[in-house]
């Protein structure tokens, strides 16, 4: 394989944020490789472009939106196991692989090929006996790595793909401590870049139901470079042979600094524990959202506790409004980004949505608004 030839690949990202992870991917390519953006094709819960490794791979760790990327090694119809098997034996995968023999996961639909476990089983076949000819190289000194393979199969159309993180991308390796209804980074990340559009440049970005404070976390480390994780390209014999390309630094921000509060004195250690490498960016203190009454910011991300794990005095759609009129009379926001089931959502009376976005999360459907409260 030619490392510089371009190659197809695709991101993974939350339906109904495929547009917002799109408009992330432009920009850093912009900032971070200094020319112009391939065209990309988006679908449900996917972007798939062309590129070269040696483009795709050094901007992994700056993308926060996605939650998978993965590299595109081969595209073909088949109907039945043996043709599978012929075409995924002849991948060289030793040029793609490293390590422990990779982990296989599939998908099917409207195909002929349905049964999983047998398409697993032929595919597992079909690597072993490439890798008679050349094994796989070992994985460095004190490193556990095992490779993980997608094989997506869709109208007799399969796609083998191999994932260039590992662990997904929304688990960041930096924040340490969770709490009962964790929101996924990859998601907040998504959330809080579309709120910054309405703000201004070097604004304070208030987070008054901090949680342990996930919000805030990605806000200030949006354009960073994640060095607190490895990544399975960076391993790779397609991408260790390229040359290495300087980090880049990139000066622009979401917010220059955040305040965080919470109810919660458990929280509020949790968040001090997450942001002992964020220096003097935050400001975080044991508050009731409703005892708030002013702000440096003009703009808040709001995420009131909701679910079956956490009990409400109130009824929902009433705790939403008291939170609107709390944080336009009280605290004098601006713009609002709310989180809430979207149930309630039709129960938004007298306020200016200046957008909805409808979205689950962990099995929870859920509308996220951007409020304009002027």
């Known amino acids: 394989m030619s490392e510089e030839r371009d190659m197809k690949f695709s991101l993974t990202v939350s339906p109904g944020l495929e547009e917002t992870a799109h408009q992330e991917l432009c920009e850093k390519w912009k900032l971070i490789l200094n020319s112009d953006v391939p065209e990309a094709e988006i679908k449900k819960g996917k972007i798939f472009l062309e590129a070269k490794v040696s483009n795709i791979c050094p901007l992994i760790p700056y993308l926060k939106i996605p939650s998978n990327a993965y590299l595109i090694i081969a595209e073909f119809k088949a109907k039945d196991r043996p043709k599978l098997f012929n075409k995924i034996s002849k991948i060289e995968w030793h040029k793609f692989l490293r390590g422990d023999f990779p982990l296989i996961k599939v998908s099917t639909k409207k195909s002929k090929l349905i049964h999983t476990r047998g398409i697993e089983e032929s595919a597992t076949s079909a690597i072993e006996e490439a890798l008679k000819k050349h094994p796989l190289k070992s994985a460095p000194k004190n490193k556990t790595l095992r490779n993980k393979i997608h094989i997506d199969i869709y109208d007799d159309q399969v796609r083998v793909e191999l994932s260039l ?115 003097d960016k935050a400001l975080i203190e044991q508050c009731d959202f409703f005892n708030i009454q002013c702000a440096k910011s003009k703009v808040a991300i709001i995420n009131p506790p909701y679910g079956k794990r956490i009990k409400l005095k109130h009824e929902l759609d009433e705790f939403v409004k008291q939170i609107i009129t709390h944080a336009k009379e009280s605290i004098d926001l601006d713009f609002v980004g709310l989180i809430f089931p979207s149930w309630a959502f039709h129960k938004l009376k007298d306020v200016k949505v200046m957008e909805k976005t409808f979205l689950s999360n962990g099995g929870i459907e859920v509308v996220f608004t951007i409020l304009d409260l002027r």
């Open 165 to 279: 993180t590992g662990d997904r991308m929304d688990k960041r390796g930096y924040k340490l401590n969770t709490d009962l209804a964790p929101l996924r980074e990859s998601l907040a990340a998504a959330l809080i870049y579309r709120l910054s559009k309405y703000s201004s440049k070097g604004e304070t970005l208030l987070d008054p139901m901090s949680g342990t404070g996930t919000f805030s976390l990605e806000a200030l480390n949006f354009y960073s470079y994640n060095d607190s994780r490895d990544f399975d390209y960076q391993y790779a014999p397609y991408f260790i042979k390229l040359p290495l390309m300087k980090r880049v630094k990139i000066g622009s921000e979401l917010f220059s600094r955040v305040e965080c509060y919470d109810l919660s004195p458990k929280a509020i250690a949790a968040i001090r524990d997450n942001f002992k490498n964020i220096g």
